[in-house]
């Protein structure tokens, strides 16, 4: 019987940690985009020779 719980107790608590998460999913409402960040896509482009910049030493 011991080992019984000791096999399903983690189980348990898995399932619950993982029930949880989904509950936080459905309740807390998704963050939305701030007005100023910039989308990859429109962001300005690297000035000319930002390539040839060495990285610096550590």
């Known amino acids: 019987m011991a080992v019984l719980f000791a096999v399903l107790i983690p ?3 898995l399932g619950v940690v ?3 998460g989904r509950y936080e999913e459905l ?3 998704g ?3 701030q ?3 910039l ?3 429109t962001a300005p482009p690297a000035p000319p020779g930002a ?3 060495p990285a610096p030493s550590p």
Do not use: C, F, N, Q
């Open 11 to 13: 189980a348990l608590m």
């Open 18 to 20: 993982l029930a949880l």
């Open 27 to 29: 309740v807390l409402p």
């Open 31 to 33: 963050a939305d985009p």
């Open 35 to 37: 007005p100023g960040a």
């Open 39 to 41: 989308d990859p896509v």
């Open 51 to 53: 390539a040839d910049i």
